[in-house]
């Protein structure tokens, strides 16, 4: 259990990449708190940067670290009519040749979450299968 005695506020978690990440910390033995917030996109997504190098700064000289995942086209429960992610015409831009799934953003959540990053702050990792290098 990669998250074992840690806690986790997970942002907009009722459903989608924010349910399946409050799963995957769950399972890698994370209390989970949900906070489930309503904020304009474009606003709150560069807001969010901006905190997130501001805690960094602010909170690295007590050893606590601050990132951020950014998900692509992300493909979720709220599309069920279609059977997989694959057939999007978004997937034929992706490098990795898919549009990206909750369980992918929820892997890069608990990585930042886990050990494996206890030197990684004020970062953000797009989670989208290479789109950003379009």
């Known amino acids: ?3 074992k005695d840690q806690t986790a506020i997970i942002t907009w978690a009722s459903r989608g990449c924010g349910a399946a990440t409050a799963l995957r910390f769950a399972r890698e033995g994370a209390a989970v708190v949900v906070n489930y917030a309503h904020a304009p996109y474009i606003t709150a997504k560069g807001a ?3 905190l997130t190098r ?3 700064r602010d909170y690295g000289k007590f050893n606590i670290t601050a990132n951020m995942v950014t ?3 992300t493909w979720t429960d709220l599309e069920a009519p279609q059977p997989s992610p694959h057939p999007s015409p978004h997937a ?3 490098p990795l040749g898919r ?3 909750a369980d992918d953003v929820a892997k890069a959540c608990v990585f ?3 050990d494996l990053a206890d030197f990684v702050t004020g970062a953000n990792l797009p989670v989208c299968g290479g789109l950003v290098m379009q």
């Open 112 to 114: 930042f979450a886990s």
């Open 1 to 3: 259990m990669l998250l």
């Open 99 to 101: 549009v990206t799934t």
């Open 92 to 94: 034929q831009r992706a």
């Open 48 to 50: 969010l940067v901006t």
């Open 54 to 56: 501001s805690l960094a």
């Open 71 to 73: 998900p692509g086209l």
